[in-house]
């Protein structure tokens, strides 16, 4: 959006403090009409959307990240300052700044309004959740607020309809007064300036605030169980069991639906097309490509509905909190927990949620990590692999060995987890800092389904638009590898054998022969790339054997016979490690907003499954003799 | 920043040390030479900006599941969660 086709809006700037309901303000403002995009550079989001006044005035609104101070100490932190400013050459600067407090929790937020005066932009401070604030018997003189700020003051209720109407009334006279500007003389405050605005806040708050004799005390109480060292700890894990459940089992049947309605339309094409080159490309192409996106977003919508609803309802911060100390050991921040969570359903849904870690340090050794947890399209390779080779013989008396592979697969995966990211902070952040934990505890709060929804439609609609164009030409380009050239007449191999992906499978055969893996193994990976379960379908092509994910068992049993022992294994310890799915890659790409993370991602994951694999097969054929 | 001493009785006790159910008021914020991870100044101010000023008063609420830390600390009206390792650096009578 550039600056010379909106010149007839104004352009307004929501600033706040974490947790002042800015974002419940903006959803209600704008409704749907948002848009979600990244700041140039950087993966801080920016969110934009237009309001229509009652008086017919049109103005741009953007979301900042919260902040405590202009000063900027993270990248969402010097976004808010630099658009606050002016000082971003893509973003004009805005003609007013909306500054949203939460009612209820003025004393920070009062600093801050202090601090915006300076910037010189005319300011209107919005009372948000004046309505708890009010049921808690907090009175508020707005007029000596407003006197003592010298800044108007408007109030709101963010989660109400008709909440904001006094707030738009507002906005419609303040236009006249936000073309006039005054000089800009912010500095970055100093301690001491930041001691005196704070200061200053208070004695405007005593002023001009009545707080009840009794304190709220329903959000201490409700602590008083979640916090709790034992309780606290055991609800949490009641909590993420709910959501482990949610988003492995409940989104399962609509995936399912979605993949056979998938496979229907592949069907519906393979039978209507004469066979060919277009055929194979609109169904094995495009259609099982669009279909291997889509799949996602069953458990995409439901982590982030429980995320988006753990958000507004005030309990993440209570998560991190529990988790701090557990997950501390490791390197890891205690927001990071949920998104390593989702990560055993899939990778690409824990990655987007690691959006709830406000530290980029933190953020991009969560999503380093990630792959590492066992995600559901492992299980098919898991499965094939341990019911054709491992014998299914009692350990231990009730212990099955073929349950103890798997479960020393899952923990494998934990245990480099944890590792990888202890060693990624020595690594990459021996210089910088660890940074603090230290975040406010809010109040409970109900929150508002519509907040909730538009949040994760936005969350929705980015997974499909921007990522799926990436996953889908990675697809595409995968199909090709598979299906070019196309086999000669009268050739007896199957297709895929005389196909790129069989010139690729041929070049890293002698690569991979080292960790015992054959030239059909080399080959299955190429299609492989796509999704991990995509190599169980694709060992069936090599090896000839008809009737796709069906023929699992068929499968099994011609490996059984083809495969040792120790290749059956390097292959099983292959697959904890290595980066085979593109889908993850293009959204560690997407997220961090750079090829470099993806790369190191990629290159440091491939590296521990050649030299897991290497040793798994080495042992292994050594100790079978 | 340097008299760590003599000082510290007058300062009170550093709100790392309060157990649950403390209450007070602070005295003073000053960040010892314990290891940090940020500079002694950035420390300081991101207590400032959170609320922690002088005067103001604290209620240590709940503590941590492993080794009773973070601590959850009523500041006024607001709870803020933090390390004990940072919060040495608030001093509370």
């Known amino acids: 959006m550039s600056v010379a086709t909106e010149r007839s809006a104004s352009h307004f700037a929501l600033v706040g403090t974490p947790n002042s309901g800015k974002t419940a303000l903006f959803n209600a403002l704008t409704g749907g009409r948002q848009k979600v995009a990244n700041y140039p550079g950087v993966t801080v989001e920016r ?61 920070v ?31 508020i003189d707005l007029v000596k607020l407003s006197a003592e700020l010298a800044v108007p003051v408007v109030t709101s209720v963010a989660v109400r309809r008709g909440g904001t109407e006094e707030l738009l009334r507002c906005i419609d006279e303040l236009i006249p007064a936000a073309q006039i500007h005054r000089e800009n003389t912010w500095s970055p405050p100093s301690n001491s300036d930041l001691r005196a605005a704070q200061r200053e806040s208070d004695r405007i708050l005593n002023l001009a605030v009545g707080l009840p004799r009794r304190p709220d005390t329903l959000t201490t109480r409700i602590d008083a169980m979640l916090l709790h060292p034992v309780g606290g700890l ?19 049947p609509l995936m399912d639906l979605i993949s056979e309605g998938f496979e229907a339309m592949g069907g519906l094409v ?17 259609i099982s490509g669009v279909g291997n996106v889509i799949v996602f977003l069953p458990q995409i919508l439901i982590l982030f509905l429980f995320i988006l609803l753990l958000e507004d309802l005030g309990y993440m911060a209570r998560a991190a909190f529990l988790m701090d100390r557990i997950m501390g050991g490791a390197g890891l921040h205690g927001r990071a927990f949920i998104p390593l969570l989702s990560s055993f359903a899939c990778a690409i849904p824990g990655i987007m949620a690691t959006r709830v870690i406000d530290n980029r340090r933190d953020r991009l050794t969560t999503i380093l990590v990630a792959p590492l947890m066992t995600c559901s399209a492992r299980i098919p390779i898991y499965t094939l692999i341990i019911s054709a080779f491992i014998p299914d013989k009692p350990v231990w008396g009730v212990v099955r060995l073929q349950g103890l592979v798997m479960f020393g697969l899952y923990a494998a995966g934990i245990l480099s987890a944890l590792g990888v990211s202890f060693v990624a902070n020595y690594f990459f952040w021996r210089d910088n800092a660890t940074p603090p934990f230290m975040l406010e505890l809010p109040n409970y709060k109900i929150p508002r389904l519509r907040s909730v929804v538009i949040g994760v439609y936005t969350r929705a609609m980015m997974f499909l638009k921007r990522a799926g164009t990436t996953i889908f030409s990675m697809m595409v380009l995968i199909w090709f590898l598979a299906s070019f050239p196309r086999p000669p007449l009268g050739a007896t191999d199957p297709a895929i054998n005389y196909s790129l992906a069989a010139v690729i499978g041929g070049w890293i055969e002698p690569l991979l022969a080292p960790v ?10 190429v299609p492989g790339m796509a999704a991990r379960e995509v190599a169980v379908a694709a060992l069936g092509t090599v090896y000839a054997i008809e009737g796709g994910k069906e023929a699992a068992a068929q499968i099994g049993q011609a490996l059984a016979g083809k495969w040792s022992l120790a290749t059956a294994l390097a292959l099983l310890v292959w697959y904890i490690f290595a980066p085979q799915c593109a889908s993850t890659l293009a959204v560690i790409k997407r997220e961090t907003g750079s090829w470099r993370w993806m790369a190191i991602t990629f290159a440091y994951m491939l590296a521990l499954a050649y030299v897991a694999a290497f040793i798994t097969y080495h042992v292994s054929a050594a100790l079978m003799g | 920043m340097h008299n760590d001493g003599p000082k510290s009785t007058r300062r009170g006790l550093p709100l790392g040390l309060a157990r649950r159910g403390f209450r007070g008021r602070i005295t003073t914020i000053e960040v010892g030479s314990g290891a940090h991870g940020l500079a002694a100044i950035e420390l300081e101010r991101r207590l400032l900006e959170l609320g922690f000023v002088e005067d103001a008063s604290v209620e240590v609420l709940h503590e941590g599941p492993l080794g009773h830390d973070p601590i959850a600390v009523r500041l006024n009206d607001t709870t803020i969660a933090l390390r004990r390792r940072e919060a040495m650096a608030v001093f509370v009578t």
């Open chain 1, 270 to 286: 393979h039978d209507v097309l004469p066979d060919g080159l277009l055929q194979s490309f609109i169904q094995n192409g495009i």
């Open chain 1, 234 to 252: 055991l609800a949490l894990l009641f909590l993420l069991f709910i959501m482990f459940q949610a988003v492995f089992a409940w989104a399962r």
């Open chain 1, 516 to 525: 015992g893996f054959n030239w059909q193994i080399s080959v299955a990976l």
């Open chain 1, 47 to 107: 969110k934009t959307g237009a309001i229509q006044t009652p008086a017919g005035n049109r103005v741009i609104l953007i979301d900042l990240p919260g902040t405590y101070s202009l000063r900027g100490r993270s990248p969402d932190e010097e976004i808010t300052r630099d658009v606050v400013l002016g000082h971003l050459t893509s973003e004009p600067t805005p003609d007013l700044l909306l500054c949203v407090a939460d009612a209820t929790n003025l004393r």
């Open chain 1, 109 to 139: 937020a009062l600093r801050l309004v202090i601090e915006l005066k300076k910037v010189g932009r005319p300011l209107l401070l919005v009372l948000n959740m004046i309505d708890i604030a009010r049921r808690r018997g907090i009175d």
